[in-house]
Antibody, heavy 118, light 108 residues
Framework: QVQLQESGPGLVKPSETLSLTCTVSGGSISSYYWSWIRQSPGKGLEWIGYISYSGSTNYNPSLKSRVTIAADKSKNQFSLKLDSVTAADTAVYYC????????????WGQGTLVTVSS | EIVLTQSPGTLSLSPGERATLSCRASQSVSSNYLAWYQQKPGQAPRLLIFGASSRATGIPDRFSGSGSGTDFTLTISRLEPEDFAVYYCQQHGSSPWTFGQGTKVEIK
């Protein structure tokens, strides 16, 4: 059974970069597709993007100019960077696994709250 | 992008009653790439239904999904106490993948 665990700062200042890491256990990120999804009271659940086992990425156009998802296979981790954050980026951030590029999410991390505030 | 509209926003029912939740898409959802999730406070969403009508592993058969194209339904045949939660639909056939705003099933 794969397990995903998000980690990173819970507080980020406006205009700075939000950085999160998802550590995967019980499975290898050299297979499948690895995503970030966020949930805020104002916008509900929002898909941010994914990185595939081969390193290809797909981002939500609404965030594409500010998002980078990368993988570190040596650590079995993947990461999210979101630049130039504002209060609107305050949300619970989840990492999740899909079996293909066109797939639902059967495995999720527990989520981590990131607040953007000075 | 495909917008998913869920209705009603809140459903107030008693244990043992039947719940019918709707998810309507602004465009046809490719290959019925429509999933349903259950979320309880402080928890991540949990996959219930994929492919519009297939139950995920371990999901009780009181949960069923139906529909195609732009209209989808999640039915809970007899509500158990643990079923009171928020339910989301998601389409993953047209990028960007999108979620509905959720239906809260609360105890009446």
């Amino acid at each position: 059974q794969v397990q995903l665990q998000e980690s990173g700062p819970g507080l980020v200042k406006p205009s700075e970069t939000l950085s999160l890491t998802c550590t995967v256990s019980g499975g290898s990120i050299s297979s499948y597709y690895w995503s970030w999804i966020r949930q805020s009271p104002g916008k509900g659940l929002e898909w941010i993007g994914y990185i595939s086992y081969s390193g290809s990425t797909n981002y939500n156009p609404s965030l594409k100019s500010r998002v980078t998802i990368a993988a570190d296979k040596s650590k079995n981790q993947f990461s999210l960077k979101l630049d130039s954050v504002t209060a609107a980026d305050t949300a619970v951030y989840y990492c999740a696994r899909a079996y293909s590029g066109y797939d639902y999410y059967r495995d999720w991390g527990q989520g981590t709250l990131v607040t953007v505030s000075s | 992008e495909i917008v998913l509209t869920q209705s009603p926003g809140t459903l107030s029912l008693s244990p043992g009653e039947r719940a019918t939740l709707s998810c309507r898409a602004s465009q046809s959802v490719s290959s019925n790439y429509l999933a349903w999730y259950q979320q309880k406070p402080g928890q991540a969403p949990r996959l219930l239904i994929f492919g519009a009508s297939s139950r995920a592993t371990g999901i009780p058969d009181r949960f069923s999904g139906s529909g195609s194209g732009t209209d989808f339904t999640l039915t809970i045949s007899r509500l158990e106490p643990e079923d009171f939660a928020v339910y989301y639909c998601q389409q993953h056939g047209s990028s960007p993948w999108t979620f509905g705003q959720g239906t809260k099933v609360e105890i009446k």
